[in-house]
């Protein structure tokens, strides 16, 4: 295998028995690289440099999950389009979605002689609008939303809606109630998809919803409920949620402790077609624990976590691969890949030895930020 470093701007590759693409983005902060998109065989992403006001010009960078080959597309805005810095973004070979900065609406482009041109804005079904739009396949896109909007807003707080780009309309669109919304104000990852499948989990409880292509509910799983799993009484928040009552940083502060008191899902993750990858946050004394579930869609079954092996290679001095099964609401998966953001942009010289590159870490960190890299691993299923 080959272990690959992208620089935005450069490019080398250095042989290894690795299985790990590491991408250096330079940046200093999480948040632009949260602007990301995957499908089968594209991871896309932009950074804080990406957006060119003065030419209106935003350039999305690409890597090709099966060759490793990295390109740049760059897209020109319309004026209707308010752009800040990083917009969240889904793109396929066929078709690209770009959000608006400021009103959150969804803009469609798609490519004509070698460039994505805008077609339209898109229009949304009354009472709905989404926070996220993920890649089905070449045609079709999910849009999502479940957040604890204020009643001034006037839409869902849970919306899944299927779109087809081809041909330019909604072809469905749900809004399942969910309890415990008020938990959307922290860091999650509640809904996900393959190409045939969208799972959605409840905020609070044990349950997951799976849902075909058409948005009709197939099936619901019930995670075990093992002694140390501790329910919110009656599913229910106990304390008051509505943005039209208490601020969202006010409720944050406040409840933010109590999280460590009761199970809740934290992330899911569709890892291929059909293996799904779920994170539940358990109760503790201090701070909360993770327990990790598989689960087979198609075959109904749970498999044992530990066959499900991402390696984590490239900044470790012994050049042997550390085997995790890690998932936060940051990591991305596709077709047997993870993708993860992670802040250690520091290389080890092999040749080294672990205390002379200890000395030189902490040498480098004194003059260097800790910057971002992203890490495109090949899952591993034992």
Known sequence: ??????????????????????????ELSIDPLCRTSISTNLFSFVTSRSWNLEKRQLTIHTLDLKTNKRADIIVMAPTIMKVLQCPAIALNDSFLLMQDDYDLKWFLFKPVQGEFKFVEEVQFPQRMMAFNAKVINSNLFLFTDIYNHHPLDSVHNTSLAIYNARQRKFLTVIHPEVPCIGLSHFPQNWIT????????????????????????????IELPQTDDWINLPNNKIPVETSPAIINPKEFIANFEPGLITFSRIQSIHFADDSLLLISVSMPGSKVSSTKNFVYNVNNNIYLDPERILIPKSGYHL???????????PYLLF???????????????????????????????YENNDPEFIIRISKIEIH
């Open 193 to 220: 998809n393959n190409r045939r499948r969208i799972a959605m989990a409840e905020p609070c409880g044990n349950r997951i919803h799976i849902y075909d292509l058409t948005l009709d509910l197939i099936h619901t």
């Open 318 to 328: 012994d050049c042997k691969d550390e085997l995790t099964f890690h998932i936060d």
């Open 1 to 26: 295998m080959t272990l690959c470093f992208f620089f935005i701007t450069t490019l080398f590759c250095r042989a290894n028995e690795k299985n790990d693409t590491i991408i250096f983005t330079g």
């Open 334 to 364: 596709t077709d047997g890949y993870s993708i993860s953001l992670e802040e250690d942009n520091y290389l080890p010289d092999p040749k080294l030895t672990n205390e002379e590159n200890e000395n030189r870490k902490n040498i480098f």
